[in-house]
């Protein structure tokens, strides 16, 4: 009997995760048995198993924090927190999705990969097992493999899946060959037996494995060394998957790459000075490509990858201050609302993606440019914007844990990041437009103003966020 209602609290602390895979299901055969004229049932499927597996998220904040399933899965607020902002990030690209793909034949089966994909970012961030993680690797990774690729006609499509799938699969076969090193360490793969079991002296083993898994991870995230599928995808992939790939899956990454740095001893891996090296070369490499870009979505994937950047600073400061995850969390939020604002217009206005056709849109598209204009000086970090106190929290908490060069550096990047910025919005509101401008559909329209909107009220409205996410455990063990 006892077991009998361990299982049934072990479902309930699954119960957004198990809607997805329902859902997916559900998606595909209604895929495959409705006609071409009827394929957008699929989405409306989608968005309602999206929405209940978000009101369910919700309902989970006020429970207990705990692991679950053989400490393999986290039930923490970091994890549900994460859940939240996936889930809402895939209800707003199921939006921006549905006029893009309404002519494909095959728009219906796209909304399970969506799913499924979102399912993957989601068990990262909860994981606390090396093989649950890989697993969870393996979903999200080939969902978006095939997601980069749904385009098949198309030549920077295919182009950018291929370079996406061949990163992914050098780094994550790195990834498999740390988690063999620390397995053979530890003896365990939890996170938790990571951390009794790992020796506190180091060695070259640890070094070894710490350093691969954390490339694997980079992948994820978009940092470099494996950070080049990022602006070929942002360039290439359809761009409502462009959105979705640049941001949702960082979101587990991100926590997952928390979690394990967690387990590890405090001084043998020396975690600390590599995760700031990488912030750096990752901000800085991205903001500097970003300055000879003539094609907008491979501006917003060099961007993203600056953004990776930014957000390394937060895992820094972990265990050495009590703002590196509410830092993180902030960060996530508003880099996820921002890049899919700034995806949004892209969608909205039919993929254009060259400079020269951003002259001008202002006079014809107010609202549009507004939101573009919003999403970038979020990145930037202009007041009120919420990307403005995400980066005054990951500079205070670098500052805050003797990393104070790495602020400087972040700095000096976040100045750079203008120039490129204002190399679009200036033509888009001083130059003429050459001609009309269409847009593609209401869905992906209010897709795009509601995330702008998020971006202005979360940064109005901060202090309810920091304290939630201040209170949210990450926990290991």
């Not at 479902?11 to 997916?24: I, M, N, S, T, Y």
């Not at 095959?106 to 890989?134: C, Q, V």
Request: proline letters at 5%; charged letters at 10%; one cysteine or more.
């Amino acid at each position: 009997m006892t077991d009998q209602v361990g299982m049934v609290a072990m479902v309930g602390d699954v119960l957004p995760e198990l809607v997805l895979v329902a859902g997916g299901v559900l998606v595909l055969l209604y895929a495959l048995i409705a006609p071409l004229r009827l394929q957008l049932g699929a989405a409306v499927l989608a968005l309602g198993a999206t929405i209940v597996a978000l009101a369910l998220s919700v309902a989970m904040l006020a429970g207990p924090e705990s692991l679950t399933f053989f400490d393999t899965y986290a039930r923490d607020r970091s994890a549900i927190w994460a859940k939240l902002i996936v889930l809402a990030a895939t209800v707003a690209v199921i939006g921006l999705s549905v006029p893009w793909f309404r002519k494909d034949p095959r728009h219906g089966e796209y909304y399970t990969l969506l799913l499924y994909s979102s399912l993957g970012a989601i068990l990262l961030a909860g994981a606390t097992d090396l093989k649950e993680f890989i697993a969870a690797m393996l979903v999200s990774s080939a969902t978006g493999f095939v997601l980069a690729a749904y385009h098949r006609r198309s030549s920077p499509s295919a182009e950018a899946a291929i370079k996406y799938y061949l990163i992914g699969a050098l780094s994550n076969s790195a990834l498999l060959i740390g988690v063999a090193y620390l397995f053979g360490l530890a003896g365990s793969t939890t996170l938790a037996g990571l951390a009794a079991g790992l020796p506190e002296e180091g060695g070259p083993a640890l070094v070894v494995g710490v350093a691969l898994v954390v490339t694997g991870l980079s992948f994820k995230v978009g940092a470099v060394p494996a950070h080049a599928w990022v602006p070929d995808v942002a360039q290439g992939a359809p761009a409502p998957v462009a959105a979705f790939l640049t941001t949702v899956p960082k979101v587990g990454g991100f926590l997952f790459l928390a979690r394990f740095v967690l387990a590890l001893p405090p001084e043998a891996a020396g975690w600390q000075p590599l995760v700031a090296i990488l912030a750096t070369a990752t901000m800085t490499l991205g903001n500097l490509a970003c300055l000879w870009q003539v094609d907008v979505r491979r501006l917003l994937g060099w961007s993203a990858v600056s953004q990776t950047g930014y957000g390394l600073m937060a895992i820094v400061a972990l265990g050495s201050s009590d703002l590196a995850v509410p830092s993180l969390l902030f960060f996530l939020m508003a880099y996820v609302s921002s890049n899919l604002a700034a995806f949004g217009v892209v969608v909205e206005l039919r993929g254009r993606t060259a400079l020269a056709d951003y002259a001008g849109i202002a006079q014809e598209r107010p609202a549009l440019t507004g939101a573009l204009a919003i999403s970038f000086l979020s990145f930037i970090g202009v007041p009120p914007l919420n990307g403005f106190f995400a980066k005054l929290l990951l500079f205070a908490v670098a500052i805050q844990v003797g990393y104070g060069w790495l602020a400087i550096v972040a700095a000096v990047n976040t100045v750079i990041s203008i120039f490129y910025y204002v190399r679009v919005l200036a033509p888009s509101y001083f130059d003429r437009a050459a001609g009309p401008v269409p847009v593609l559909g209401r869905s992906a329209g209010w897709a795009t103003v509601v995330s702008a909107i998020v971006v202005i009220v979360t940064g109005i409205v901060v202090e309810p966020f920091v304290r939630a996410f201040a209170e949210s455990g990450l926990l290991i063990r």
